[in-house]
């Protein structure tokens, strides 16, 4: 179910109308020179490329397990990319790069990722994986989400408290 603060980012959102294409990986071109710079200029401004060199990028999109590509745009730019991997019950969000421009004025990071899971649950997804959440740094996934389970080494787990706890 989409929260207060999801709708309040929407908002925010809407007036630049952007459209998300969801591209199987196969027919997107991932040596384009514009798409390769978008995502490097992400990587310097949010990533680091001690954590992420522009070999490990051409890695990532090179693996197999990577289905799909979610291009957030209008008709005058791109905003972000999507990395997932889905299959008939999931979508794994696996790699996000957007628009730093707009993080702070609309929350864009947040609206890619809750048009992600809106987008899944709309085309009959069961789940949507985000990721670890692991540091203090992963409580945007907890706090901005609702139906959220995790696996606590033992089974999935709903008591999103002691998930915040541990971040912490």
Known sequence: KDS????RVNRTVEP???E???IPKADFDLQNADFQAFCEKYINERIGDENMSPQRLA????????T?????HNSEQDFGYVLGIMNEDILHYWFAFFDTEYMRTHSLGKWIMWSTIR???DNGKKYVYLGTAYKSSS???I?????????DGKGWNTHINTLKDWCK
């Open 68 to 72: 799909h590509i979610l291009r957030f």
């Open 119 to 121: 987008w899944a649950a």
């Open 59 to 66: 890695y990532i999109l090179e693996r197999e397990v990577g």
């Open 20 to 22: 998300m294409e969801v």
């Open 139 to 141: 409580l945007y996934k």
């Open 16 to 18: 630049l109308g952007i």
């Open 143 to 151: 706090r901005d989400h609702k139906g959220l389970a995790f696996y």
């Open 4 to 7: 207060s603060e999801n709708r």
